[in-house]
């Protein structure tokens, strides 16, 4: 059996139910400003950027405000959400309690701004279990590079074989696999449909943080 001495944890789908604001903030933007969202915005916003979506918004919707000052728009949407609405997945303290009882050192490494990740787990009561906090922001690097896990690992002094990642996204699972970790798999409502691909490629999947054991 594998002796864990870290914990890597992703933020966004996996300890918090959190994904949704990025499918909303688009749709809450254009009502905000008297536009009704035409039906199947939200698939067409999925794949691009915020910038893209700012300009489609003002191409199709008539929007006068700057790309700039739609972000801005945006980013209030968003802090608003995190501030006062996401919650916890269920189980997700039970699992750190856990993993604190067994001495295993904690860090969270998120693809989100990093003032949101410290405000999310001071309001939600779990920034206690984690060491550190690294972000994309923070190396340079999204999730399809293995840096952002890399830099956690390196700070809590643990080797990637002996380091959990715990993550819920297809790229981002595909990626820590890929590079060592051991990865459990997390369910999330927004990886619905690559839930197949995600489970084979890692050590361990849950369908709920709910019962996890070591």
Known sequence: ????????????????????????????????QGKEPEPGLRDRLRPLSLVQAAELFQKEYGIGQTVDEILEAFNDIVEEEYRTNVKLKP??????????????????????????????????????????????????????????????????????????VFEDALHAVKTAAAAGYYVVGVYDESEGVNEDQIEVLCSRYVKSLKGFSL
């Open 1 to 32: 059996m594998i002796h864990f001495k870290g914990a890597i944890f992703d933020m966004d789908g996996t300890l918090t139910d959190s994904m949704y604001i990025w499918d909303t903030t688009g749709i809450t933007y254009l009502r905000q």
């Open 91 to 164: 189980g997700a303290e039970e699992v750190l309690k856990l993993l604190k009882e067994h001495g295993i050192a904690m860090t969270v490494a998120s693809s989100s701004p990093r003032e949101i990740v410290v405000m999310v787990l001071e309001r939600l009561g779990i920034a206690a279990y984690f060491s550190h906090i690294v972000t994309c922001g923070d190396v340079g690097r999204g999730k399809d590079q293995p840096d952002v896990y890399d830099r956690a690992a390196e700070l809590m002094g643990t080797q990637r074989a002996e380091t959990l």
